[in-house]
């Protein structure tokens, strides 16, 4: 029985690496919610963004109500991304194909930038974008915090940290 128990405790504390991101490296690679490239919160325009509330208070979601993310290792405003490799693959980009549109509410600046892969990379004042891939539903905020290096943004984009 003990042993069960210790197997069970094993796995959970994979799956916990599995979906921390960043800050190690080395976890494994936990698959996102939808694939961003497939139209994924955008409209005919591009990716929207929109506010919605929560109990973090107003937060900046996309058009299908999936939270958005900011990186602390980021710079604000420096026109990249430095989310790549495992930390892309648990923290994928919000992407676009036209210009992203600010729903009612967004205050901050929208931008583009270039992502690590070459894609169109949303920015909202100056900071890259990403979905976390530990949420699977509207209005999850699973990636809040984690590692003390993401963090969900205000409709000015500003980080909302804990």
């Not at 003990?2 to 599995?18: N, P, Y």
């Not at 676009?96 to 929208?110: F, I, K, R, S, Y």
């Not at 900071?127 to 509207?138: H, K, V």
Request: net charge negative; proline share 5%.
């Amino acid at each position: 029985m003990f042993r069960k128990i210790g197997r069970a405790a094993a796995m959970a504390a994979l799956l916990t690496l599995a979906l921390s991101g960043c800050a190690g490296g080395t976890s494994d690679p936990a698959a996102p919610p939808s694939d961003p490239g497939d139209g994924y919160g955008m409209t005919a325009e591009g990716a929207q963004l929109m506010v919605a509330d929560h109990e973090l208070g107003e937060i900046v979601v996309d058009a299908e109500g999936m939270t958005v993310y900011m990186f602390d290792s980021d710079t604000q405003g420096a026109g990249e991304s430095t989310c790549e490799g495992q930390c892309a693959t648990n923290w994928p980009a919000v992407t676009t194909d036209g210009d992203p549109v600010a729903g009612d509410g967004v205050t901050g600046e929208l931008g583009t930038i270039t992502g690590v892969d070459g894609a169109t990379q949303v920015t909202l004042n100056g900071w890259p974008l990403y979905y976390f891939a530990g949420d699977s539903a509207a209005g999850d905020v699973a990636g809040q915090g984690v590692n003390d290096v993401w963090w969900v943004l205000s409709p000015a984009g500003e980080r909302m940290a804990q």
